[in-house]
Every structure is written in C-alpha cells, then in structure tokens.
C-alpha cells in the first residue's frame, strides 16, 4: 500500500524568505499524480501544485515549486518570496493513476510566516 | 461558479442521532468523495462516487452511507452517530478522478458528537 510522510509538523520563515517543505512516500507504482494543498484558517483545501510521475521536469507554479526525486520517492515544495498569506497547513497527497481514484495524505506540516 | 457547496459548516450531535452532511457541486464533475480529517493523521476516504447511481467505499466507510442519484449532489449519512465520528469532514469532486486535474475541495462540515 503507498503511503505519504511528512516528517516536519511545523515550518517557519521570514516573510520575502525561501522555505522547503518535504515529503517522502512510498509506492510500487511506476506511473501516479503527487500534489501540495494547501489549508488556510479558512479550512478550504487549495491545490498549489501537481506532477506527474512520467514527467522529469518540475511542475513550477508562480513562487510555487517542486523538486521531484522519482529514485528516491521525495517530493519537496518549495515556497520562494514567502508571503503572510503563505501561513498554512500544507499537504502533500499521492494520488494512483489506476483503482479506487483515492488520494493518500500526509499528515500535514503547518507553516508560519513571520513579519 | 460556486464550486462545492458543503452544508451545515458546523454540527453537534449526541450519540446516536443520525444525519446527513449535504454536499452539492455545480461543475458537473463526474467524480465525487468524502473524506474526514483527523488531527495527526491527515484525509482519509470514506466514500466516492465515479458517477450517478455509482457509488463504492474508502478506506474508512463503517458507520456511514452514500447515495448519489444526480450528479451534483452527494450527501453523506452518519447512522447512528458516535464520538469516534467527531471530525472534520470534506466534500471534493473532480473531473477525471482528481489526477490531472486534482480535486476541488468543499469548506468542510465540523461535526462533534458528545
């Protein structure tokens, strides 16, 4: 069964800073969707980013980026510019390209931005 | 666009009352799913719906039940409530299963059950 690890429960940054959260997970699958989301205050879930696994290049959003080590099953976001919005939980999810269309989550690592 | 509409945004139940947490989307996506969000231990899936009339369970289905007969609404129904129950619950949806496209995720329902 894949599973999804965080093993950062709380981040913090200065605000203009650059942070990077990590993510590690664990599949047989050769093909799959790995994804950030993130969790506002608010409660709403925001997908920040998507990869796909057969893809070597790293999915960039914005300010928004990954660094995606397929061999070693890590999926890292990275936040550059950091902004008080960017204060959060944030999730990694694995998501299999065939089955039950269930995504798995990691536990989460909240971030706080400082002024 | 409203997007995924989730209502009621807060509930308290007792032990053993029954409900239904609404869930409605206005993207007519084919793809639906519950999951609930517990402290330390991130979403975990209920139940999904891959289309109307077509429903199957997650990984943690016991003590709920789906329906979904049109493809904008996809409530969910806690039988007989329990403390275990008490969480936060989410309503997402999705063209194509949520792989490409990802899920669009509801505001949530928290439900405590006393």
């Known amino acids: 069964a894949q599973t999804v690890t965080q093993s950062q429960p709380e981040m913090s940054v200065q605000e203009a800073e650059t942070v990077t959260l990590s993510c590690t997970y664990d599949?047989?699958?050769?093909?799959?969707?790995l994804f950030w989301y993130k969790q506002p205050p608010s409660r709403q879930m925001i997908l920040v980013i998507r990869?796909?696994?057969?893809?070597?290049q790293n999915a960039t959003e914005n300010r928004f980026s990954v660094n995606f080590q397929k061999a070693a099953k890590s999926f890292s976001l990275k936040i550059s510019d950091s902004q008080l919005g960017d204060a959060a939980m944030y999730f990694c999810?694995?998501?299999?390209?065939?089955?039950?269309?269930?995504?798995?989550f990691g536990t989460g690592t909240r971030l706080k931005v400082l002024a | 666009n409203a997007g995924v509409t989730q209502t009621p945004k807060f509930q308290v139940l007792k032990t053993g009352q029954s409900m239904t947490l609404q869930c409605a989307q206005d993207?007519?996506?084919?793809?639906m799913s519950w999951y609930r969000q517990d402290p330390g231990m991130g979403l975990r899936l209920i139940h999904y719906?891959?289309?109307?009339?077509?429903?199957d369970q997650g990984e943690v289905p016991n003590g709920y039940n789906v329906s979904r007969s049109t493809t904008e609404d996809f409530p969910l129904r806690l039988l007989s409530a329990a403390p275990s129950q008490t969480s936060v619950y989410f309503c997402?949806?999705?063209?194509?299963?949520?792989?490409?496209?990802?899920?669009?995720f509801g505001s949530g329902t928290r439900l405590t059950v006393v």
């Open positions: 599949t047989s699958e050769s093909d799959y969707y």
């Open positions: 999810a694995y998501r299999t390209l065939s089955g039950t269309y269930k995504y798995i």
């Open positions: 997402a949806s999705s063209r194509g299963g949520g792989g490409f496209y990802g899920y669009t």
């Open positions: 993207m007519n996506h084919e793809y």
């Open positions: 719906s891959v289309g109307a009339g077509i429903t």
């Open positions: 990869q796909e696994a057969y893809k070597q």
